[in-house]
């Protein structure tokens, strides 16, 4: 089990160009959580898709941000266009679709994004 | 939704046991606790988690205040690959397949050798 994949591990552009994260959840699990940690705002919950539907996504800051599912084993978080306060690492993670008490979630290993 | 209240850092020597507090006195009759731990530069990782009784694991043990107003990770022995940030949440997932995991500022945990 290679576990939860994000890409890239890194990444670092210019304010006002479109960046896409992307995560291969782990092959199995119908739940999707995307993560932005910063020092000041720590981990937030920005959107959950269950069975490749998006449940909730009022965690996402503002219409610069987009996520999709097309498919049970690929998501990607967009930000278009980037503006420096984007820069934050962000995680995704999945959980088998069954309740929260029989399963942890699994995160990757993130992305850090820098906006300059 | 239930608040936590957790130290902001807490230390520990090689090898001793520790006991990562948390106060959830707001929790609700359904809410589990769960108990998350971030080592440096990496995502978090699940570690435990119980609604009433204790529960032990290979990593972990958790217990569980008979009113449910607190609880305490426990970890046996720490060694240096301990050190991380330890979150303890509750679920609010009611039973439902959607749980969302909302997560506070955490515990650091320093190890010493």
């Known amino acids: 089990d290679a576990g939860v994949i994000q890409s890239p591990r890194h990444e670092v552009t210019e304010m006002g160009q479109e960046v896409t994260l992307r995560c291969k959840p782990i092959?199995?699990?119908?739940?999707l959580f995307w993560y932005r940690q910063t020092m000041m705002r720590g981990l937030e919950l920005l959107i959950y898709?269950?069975?490749?539907?998006?449940?909730?996504d009022s965690g996402m800051p503002e219409d610069r941000f987009s996520a999709k599912m097309p498919n049970a084993s690929f998501s990607t978080l967009k930000i278009q266009p980037s503006e420096p306060r984007d820069s934050a690492v962000y995680f995704c993670?999945?959980?088998?679709?069954?309740?929260?008490?029989?399963?942890?979630?699994?995160f990757g290993s993130g992305t850090r994004l820098t906006v300059v | 939704d239930a608040k936590t209240t957790q130290p902001n850092s807490m230390e520990s020597n090689e090898e001793e046991p520790v006991h990562l507090p948390c106060n959830h006195s707001?929790?609700?009759?359904?809410?589990?606790i769960h108990w998350y731990r971030q080592l440096p530069s990496q995502g978090p990782e699940y570690v435990i988690h119980?609604?009433?009784s204790n529960v032990n694991n290979r990593m972990a043990s958790l217990a569980i205040a008979e009113d449910r107003k607190s609880s305490t990770l426990i970890l046996h022995r720490a060694t240096l690959r301990d050190a991380a940030v330890y979150y303890c949440?509750?679920?609010?997932?009611?039973?439902?397949?959607?749980?969302?995991?909302?997560f506070g500022q955490g515990t650091i945990l320093t190890v010493h050798p």
């Open positions: 993670a999945s959980t088998p679709d069954a309740p929260l008490r029989l399963y942890g979630y699994t």
């Open positions: 898709f269950n069975n490749n539907v998006p449940i909730d």
């Open positions: 949440i509750p679920d609010h997932a009611g039973g439902t397949s959607y749980g969302k995991l909302t």
């Open positions: 119980g609604l009433t």
């Open positions: 092959s199995g699990h119908n739940s």
């Open positions: 707001t929790i609700s009759g359904t809410d589990y």
